[in-house]
């Protein structure tokens, strides 16, 4: 009934084009907010801010010029007197407005000052006697128009409108004066003043969060109800087993440690995050909780994003272990048939087993036996539903990601809202610091002789080239010139290269030789982002380092200082390049949580999205950065909600519970 046809002004073609942009009934048209407001506010010279938006209103004082530019694009100039100061307004592809624009006229333009240069680019024009005041939403709503659609909203509010009821509970309403939904679809289409603007916004915000973490402490409390089997681990056989490392664990490393084997000894699923720097530790404190579970009788499997890095895993556990009768098997798309069908023997009749490996861990013929615990480590590069599907492969096996991309807190508790969080922070002590220094592209001389030096103490070097994601063919280019450079410059040496395009068989054979020392050089992409371990290469030349994030960067460095050699990372960046103030931060702190902090608040979140692979996070006016304050208040608001049992029957939270169930629905985790 409250079909698009129904309403006067809708018909057949309208309603496909509105189709396409998910509207597909008037409670759709209604619940389609602005995604933004244009405000022309008229203001004065001395009131007018320069670099952002302004609208003033002056005097037309020349005849219109119009520059064609290029096909579609041109530019109108002009003289108009703002006050008592003449300026040259530009406006493009408003050519046809050349013979409205007669000298003396009063209008009104909107766009950017420049004082220095008298200048003002603008996006809007009116005659003054066409201009009030006033706030217009839009839409971007492809193929309908902002007025157009403004009036189709009006129409489906007077038809519809009154059946629309408010999801969020009155008592939250009450508590943080917010107004209402039917309030808010009164004044939402149409604001008339900046305290309207201010009303909508924080019911929107808060009512996107507090929904968001409805969803995700409902996840987590659910996650949290899920029993596990018993474990019965042997508990001195753990206490000798970190006895028995050659180093004492840090006080972080002690905390996650307790903090994962009391999951683990809990009758309920475990879901934790293990997050920490490259180096940091985390390794060993994954090895002792697979000890714990290995005692208990149950096999665990152990996920990693590339071979290097299971390889890499595999090797380290077997070193780990190897006091210990435990199977460790390695498993990876690349074996041979009569390898992998000896190794999934071994995984279908062995319980007390380690299993190690790339995505292959979850294969369809893998049949494992007994699996109790699952870990994945770099955890945001698979998908959700690779990591289901191997979780599916044991009955409700406990569940530890491990990652290295230190995360803001306030980024965590949002992208990891249904999980237990473990951090480790402190590093182990004797670690040396990693010098960090700046140099300009045109001072590779410099780092030639910075090279040199420690190849001729026969230590090795990592020169990283960026990826260059416009272009894989760019990419693997740059990576060969620099190899051929450095090939020419250090002919004594060898030197070797990796990048995306090199097979898995030989990007193993070089790291192989470059762990082995017969490679000197290892000209890469950031392929050795993760998992390399050499101990002897003390020297990382980052080119083009501006193109890197901070923290990408931090874990870049992470693949040296690994000794007890000092160890150096060089920055190389355009000469011109804006970069250096957001390089040079790198100088001074290896602290990645602090690093992740900046690149959040310089870059925005969105680098950070791609940890989670979903839109969850897309918010239409809240800032999980911003609004992290009322991100905390409404998660406090909805695990009050739900840890409350009466909640669930109570008439006020109804719509609430409907909501929820509908999102459960659809995202189907329920
Ligand atoms: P991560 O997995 O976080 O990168 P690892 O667990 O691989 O870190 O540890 C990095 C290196 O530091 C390893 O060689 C490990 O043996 C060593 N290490 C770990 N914890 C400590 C500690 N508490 N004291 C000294 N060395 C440690
Ligand atoms: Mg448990």
């Known amino acids: 009934m409250s079909d698009l046809l129904s309403i006067k002004g809708i018909g057949p073609k309208l309603k496909t084009k509105l189709n396409r942009n998910d509207i597909y009934d008037c409670f759709d048209i209604i619940n389609r907010f602005p995604s933004r407001y244009e405000v022309y506010r008229l203001t004065t ?19 219109a010029i119009v520059n064609y530019i290029r096909k579609n694009f041109n530019r109108l100039s002009f003289d108009l007197m703002i006050e008592d100061r003449n300026f040259k307004v530009a406006i493009f592809n408003r050519d046809y407005l050349r013979n409205v624009l007669t000298v003396g006229e009063d209008i009104v333009v909107t766009g950017n000052i420049d004082r220095i ?52 509970p009155i008592s939250l309403i009450k508590k943080y004066r917010l107004i209402t939904y039917s309030e808010l679809l009164n004044i939402v289409h149409s604001p008339v003043s900046s305290k309207d603007l201010i009303k909508i916004e924080r019911r929107i ?5 507090f929904k968001f973490q409805m969803k995700m402490q409902y996840l987590k409390l659910k996650n949290k109800s899920k029993k596990s089997l018993i ?4 508990i001195n056989l753990v206490k000798e087993f970190i006895k028995s490392l050659p180093f004492v664990l840090t006080s972080d490393q002690k905390k996650a440690t307790n903090e994962i084997i009391k999951d683990i000894k809990s009758p309920y699923v475990m879901n934790r995050l293990l997050e920490g720097d490259t180096g940091s530790g985390k390794t060993v404190v994954s090895a002792i909780s697979i000890l714990t579970v290995l005692s208990a009788g149950f096999q665990v499997a152990m996920m990693a994003p590339t071979e290097i890095l299971a390889k890499q895993h595999y090797e380290t556990f077997k070193e780990y272990f190897k006091n210990y009768d435990y199977k460790i098997v390695y498993l990876s798309g690349k074996l041979t048939n009569k390898e992998r069908f000896d190794r999934l023997e071994i995984i279908a009749n062995n319980p007390q087993t380690l299993i190690i490996g790339t995505h292959a861990l979850f294969s369809n013929d893998v049949r494992y036996n007994n699996l109790g615990y699952v870990i994945t480590d770099e955890q945001h590069r698979f998908g959700v539903n690779q990591r289901k599907k191997l979780k599916e492969k044991g009955f409700n096996p406990d569940v530890l990601y491990m990652t290295a991309t230190p995360i803001p807190r306030t980024l965590a508790i949002s992208l990891f809202g249904d999980m237990d969080i473990s951090i480790i922070k402190e590093r182990p002590k004797n670690r040396i610091k990693v010098d960090t220094k700046l140099f300009k592209s045109s001072e590779m001389d410099l780092i030639y002789l910075l090279i040199d030096e420690q190849l001729k103490n026969n230590h090795q ?21 620099v190899y051929r450079e450095l090939s020419d410059k250090f002919s004594d040496y060898y030197v070797g290269m990796l990048h995306s395009k090199i097979s898995q068989e030989d990007k193993e054979h070089v790291m192989d030789l470059f762990k082995k020392n017969e490679i000197n050089i290892l000209v890469s992409t950031t392929v050795i982002e993760v998992g390399v371990d050499v101990a002897n290469a003390t020297l990382m030349v980052v080119l083009n380092s501006d193109r890197f994030g901070l923290s990408q960067l931090h874990q870049l460095r992470g693949r040296i200082g690994r000794s007890n050699i000092k160890s150096y990372c060089l920055l190389v960046y355009n000469d011109s390049s804006e970069s250096k103030g957001r390089l040079e931060i790198l100088e001074k702190t290896d602290d990645g949580f602090k690093l992740s902090e900046e690149d959040l608040k310089i870059r925005g979140p969105g680098d950070f999205f791609g ?22 208040i409404a998660r406090d608001d909805a695990l009050e909600i739900l840890s409350n049992k009466d909640s669930y029957r109570n008439n006020e939270y109804r719509l609430l519970f409907n909501y929820l169930k509908g999102v459960l629905r659809k995202a189907n985790l329920d």
């Open 45 to 63: 010279l001395k009131d007018a801010p320069e670099g952002s938006r302004v609208t003033l209103e002056g005097k037309v004082a020349s005849s």
């Open 117 to 168: 240069k008298n200048t003002f680019t603008a996006t809007t024009l009116k005659l003054k006697k066409n201009f009030k005041n006033e706030i217009e939403p839009i839409y971007n709503i492809d193929g309908v128009g902002d007025a157009q659609f403004q009036k189709l909203v009006q129409l489906s509010l007077k038809e519809y409108g009154h059946l629309i009821k408010d999801e969020l």
């Open 205 to 209: 915000k808060y009512e996107e969060l």
């Open 231 to 234: 474990k019965k681990y042997d």
């Open 461 to 481: 070097v990592y020169v990283v080239t960026p990826l260059i994601l416009e272009s894989e063919t760019l990419d693997l280019s740059n990576a060969q010139k």
């Open 611 to 632: 940890l989670r692979q979903s839109g969850e996070l897309r918010f239409s006016k809240a800032s999980i950065v911003e609004d992290a304050h009322i991100l905390e």
